[in-house]
């Protein structure tokens, strides 16, 4: 009986995404589905019973009973509210946090061409080595069901010793966009076909520099965004398939970092 009242945890929920199919595992035995069939069939009767004699029987009292169903109901709402609240959404469905630490990430043996690793993915050990960089944030994040291409989050803060070190390290990056700009990037991530993504032309947007990468032959977007704040740079990419505004996400990162 212990088990009755189990609980299941909101990181529990979201590993179990990762089961076979995105699906995640069943946790009802028969018994379980049993004694919920037979509470459905009861709840049931004891409505049709309430319908059919409140008005001879029961008198006001019914009234109090129908607040502490409403009551109840409620509370059965906001604990699956609060649950939703726990998911980040990025302007779609809600996401779920994969990874999170506090080292670059490296994924150089994912793409054809190196050079333009900076500009596909934030936060590559690559684009930052000898920067001066002395600390960093980064996550992962990605709608539930779907693959990284169709819905994902990478979102870094990189912060440097000197305004003047964030400010070179921007300006090398936008170089390196510049130069990967209207190219196509082969991209072969863990476990899925290569794919082929095309770069448009590095633009500043709401004073955040962004580059968009498009599928080839795909409905889905990537887009790369950077902004210095302070002596922090913010590292963000956001792939959807349609809607992606990571300039808003850059901007609202940037505007947790307390001024210097």
Known sequence: MANRWRTKSVEQSIAD???PDTRLRKELTWFDLVVFGVAVVIG???FTVTASTAGD?????????FVIAAATCALAALCYAEFAS????????PLALETEGTQVLDDVDEVDNPQCLGAWAPAQQTVYAGSGQ???AVQQLRALNEKAWQDSVIQAALSFPSLDKVGVSYVNQRGEWA??????LTVTAPGEPAQTWDFGQPVTTAGVLTLSATLRGGNATC????????????????????????AALVTAAAAKVPHR
Do not use: Y
Not at 223 to 246: F, K, M, P, S, W
């Open 86 to 93: 726990t998911l980040p959404v990025a302007g779609g469905a």
């Open 223 to 246: 887009q790369h965004g950077i902004l210095e704040r302070g002596n922090v740079l913010i590292d963000i990419r956001q792939c959807r398939g349609t809607g992606a505004d990571v």
């Open 44 to 46: 049931a009767g004891i």
């Open 179 to 184: 130069l990967c700009g209207g190219k196509p």
């Open 17 to 19: 995404t990762d089961e």
């Open 57 to 65: 029987i029961t008198g006001p009292a019914i009234w109090i009973s």
């Open 134 to 136: 002395t600390g960093a």
